[in-house]
């Protein structure tokens, strides 16, 4: 199975406790952390959840 790259981008001040707990389990914690991450859809539900602080890298 695929990983996805993930790049978090935008600053977690200021979100909903709910975002921010996503993206800590995506392993997101600094602006700038990368984390890869199975390509499934949980990861995917993740992401759409907190698209707006994240970026996909493409390799």
Do not use: F, R
Not at 1 to 22: H, R
Not at 33 to 52: F, R
């Amino acid at each position: 199975m695929a990983n996805v790259k993930i790049q978090l981008k935008k600053s977690l001040i200021g979100s909903k406790k709910d975002q921010i707990a996503t993206a800590h389990t995506l392993g997101l914690y600094k602006v700038g952390d990368v984390s890869e991450q199975p390509d499934n859809p949980q990861t995917k539900g993740k992401l759409a959840k907190i698209s707006h602080l994240v970026e996909i890298i493409q390799d």
